[in-house]
């Protein structure tokens, strides 16, 4: 079990009971979407980094379409 600090406690069981959940039910949630976004974040640094070392190649838009449509047809 975590323990929040006071000064979050009563705000936290207040946003559990008007989101009809229980507040270690909240709590996870809260928790996963956090560990989801982290990681997202790290992919894009990773993707920014090659992108700056040259090791990924970027294309506009409308060459990812003049691609797409060559590889489909």
């Known amino acids: ?3 929040l600090p ?5 705000p936290f069981k207040r946003l559990a009971e008007q989101q ?3 507040a270690d039910k909240l709590l996870a949630s809260v928790v996963e979407e956090y560990l989801e976004d982290y990681h997202d974040i ?3 640094e ?3 980094a090659e992108i700056n070392n040259g090791e990924a ?3 506009s838009l409308a060459d990812a379409r003049k691609l797409y449509d060559n590889l489909v047809n």
């Open 46 to 48: 990773q993707a920014i």
């Open 57 to 59: 190649k970027v294309f």
């Open 6 to 10: 006071e000064h979050l406690e009563q």
């Open 1 to 3: 079990m975590i323990t």
């Open 20 to 22: 009809h959940q229980s």
């Open 42 to 44: 790290q992919l894009a």
